[in-house]
């Protein structure tokens, strides 16, 4: 009798305790959607503090290392909220550092830089920021931020194309935690547990961590997101959920658009059938995504998108289906009201409540639709600039066909002199202009001239490039009215493709062995490491080229 009233009240406490965690994450995800739905509050506090610090701008303090604080002030406000305006001040930051000749600066406002352009997708930008150092050439203080940023853009690549290189990923982590020199950070201590080989003391740790951050800090979002993602978590949903909704209203707080909880949260719900909650996470997540701009999280979140937006359109025709059987009932129970009314009555409530969840929904397609426009408005922009660009292509064309016109007329004219010369038998000054050059130097001239302007115009910061190349004391500096000298028009013929010497030689009229020592001259000029000075030059303006003004 003991014992079946011992199991009777355990079986009890269980009930009870099982009601009060569903309870709890109920009243968890009430608060998630109420934060959601909240979410333009918590980005208008985000902006109102971007301009506070944009004011310090204004500041009486006009020296460089006031500028530059203020700038990496707002590169940190923008990083994870609008990565386009992040990088605008993070250049801004190293063209400061620059000018302040300051190394350190410079180290990390170019890797800072570099974890940017690999969050928007820039990965080519990225990896030319850090394939200029390699570790060991780095002050040890640099080397944690160097490693951060190596292994940022291969997990930002891997995301992007689905394609492994978890070896690499893995030996960029082990170097970025050797580098590390604060034990008490919490980038030291969260890196720490997550390397612990043992699963169960691995959450043991990261919950450590995680307790002794303040609640709702954007690092507590992400050591909660990082429990609640690991395997052992899948046998105690409720809790992940949870973790999971914690780290989501931390990040809609802090007003953090790189997120990843949410997106988890919505693949969550879609496993368990509740579709509704579902889309509201996916849309939320990719809103975030696409308004930020962060391309990695945009390519992980896109597919499923897609799949939950599809199935929510289902979702929806179910819905409508459902309202119309129930329409027709309504009309068959019309008939037996006396029997039925209170039937009726839940059947309009319910009515009533579809139609509630059919008006937000409706409001939630327009907001989807009007994003869709922002995006063909976007690729409209695109085929303009295209558009202009084969404008700019003809142009040439055109251009060229006037030029080899002009100089066949000219022949024809100089043609028709020497021919006058020969029939009026003034032999000596036809010879006298048979044996001149001063024709062709001028027709020369005018032919490096249109070469000059045209290329220019296809590279109008080529000069300046070429001497961002050069050490300090040896800038090329032109003459008044000279657009381009022999050294540069020789590295614009190598920009334009022409590798073969003895091309570049016939066309600028002399030997290839001018060629050579022209070039043998420029790399010795060269700031950096004179055998990549050819390479370098090749990255000018590699970006689509466009006209000058």
């Not at 499923?304 to 025709?317: D, G, K």
């Not at 003809?394 to 002009?406: K, V």
């Not at 021919?419 to 032919?447: F, G, P, Q, R, W």
């Amino acid at each position: 009798m003991t014992y079946r009233l011992i199991a009777i009240l355990c079986l009890g406490w269980l009930t009870v305790s099982s009601a009060f965690a569903t309870d709890n994450l109920r009243q968890l995800f009430d608060s998630l959607n109420t934060e959601i739905s909240h979410k333009r509050i918590f980005v208008e506090q985000k902006k109102q503090r971007i301009d506070q610090i944009k004011q310090e701008l204004l500041s009486p303090d006009t020296s460089l290392q006031h500028r530059y604080d203020v700038y990496t002030k707002l590169y940190n406000e923008y990083r994870k909220f609008v990565v386009d305006s992040a990088i605008t001040y993070a250049s801004r930051s190293l063209d400061i550092a620059i000018a302040m000749n300051k190394p350190l600066l410079r180290y990390r406002s170019e890797f800072e830089l570099s974890i940017l352009y690999a969050m928007h997708g820039m990965f080519w930008q990225a990896e030319d920021l850090l394939k200029q150092y390699q570790s060991s050439d780095l002050p040890p203080e640099m080397h944690e931020l160097y490693f951060y940023a190596r292994s940022r853009l291969l997990n930002y690549y891997m995301y992007t194309s689905n394609r492994s290189q978890e070896l690499l990923y893995q030996a960029y982590m082990d170097s970025l935690y050797r580098s590390y020199t604060d034990t008490l950070s919490y980038d030291y201590r969260s890196t720490k547990a997550q390397r612990e080989p043992n699963p169960a003391k691995r959450d043991i740790e990261m919950r450590k961590v995680m307790d002794s951050l303040p609640v709702g800090s954007p690092e507590y979002a992400i050591a909660a997101n990082w429990i609640a993602s690991q395997e052992s978590m899948n046998q105690k949903p409720d809790e992940q959920k949870a973790l999971f909704i914690r780290s989501a209203i931390a990040d809609i707080r802090n007003a953090i658009r790189e997120t990843q909880s949410l997106y988890s949260l919505s693949l969550i719900c879609y496993r368990e059938g509740d579709v509704s909650s579902a889309f509201r996470y996916a849309q939320s997540s990719f809103e975030d995504a696409t308004t930020a701009g962060i391309q990695f999280r945009i390519a992980q979140v896109s597919e499923f998108y897609s799949t939950i937006n599809e199935a929510y359109q289902i979702y929806e025709q179910e819905v409508r289906n459902r309202l119309q059987y129930l329409l027709i009932l309504l009309g068959v129970i019309s008939v037996c009201l006396i029997i039925s009314v209170f039937y009726i009555v839940r059947q309009l409530r319910k009515i009533m409540r579809i139609r509630k969840d059919l008006s937000e929904s409706n409001e939630k397609l327009q907001k989807l639709n009007l994003a869709l426009s922002e995006v063909n408005t976007q690729l409209n922009d695109n085929n303009e600039e295209l558009s202009r660009y084969n404008t700019l292509k003809e142009q040439y064309i055109a251009q060229f066909f006037n030029i080899c016109s002009g100089y066949i007329d000219k022949i024809g004219d100089y043609q028709k002199s020497l021919y006058k010369l020969a029939i009026n038998k003034k032999y000596d000054d036809l010879i006298k202009n048979l044996k001149s050059t001063s024709v062709i130097d001028e027709e020369l001239e005018e032919l490096y001239h249109h070469f000059d302007i045209i290329f220019l115009r296809l590279y109008p910061t080529f000069v300046e490039d070429m001497n961002a190349l050069l050490r300090d004391e040896e800038h090329i500096v032109l003459k008044p009215g000279v657009l381009l000298n022999k050294e540069l028009r020789i590295y614009a013929l190598l920009r334009l493709g022409f590798s073969d010497g003895e091309q570049i030689a016939n066309f600028l009229h002399c030997s290839v062995s001018t060629i050579y020592n022209y070039k043998t001259k420029m790399r010795n000029k060269a700031k950096g490491n004179k055998e990549y000075f050819d390479e370098q030059v090749m990255q000018i303006g590699l970006g689509s080229p466009r006209e000058n003004g």
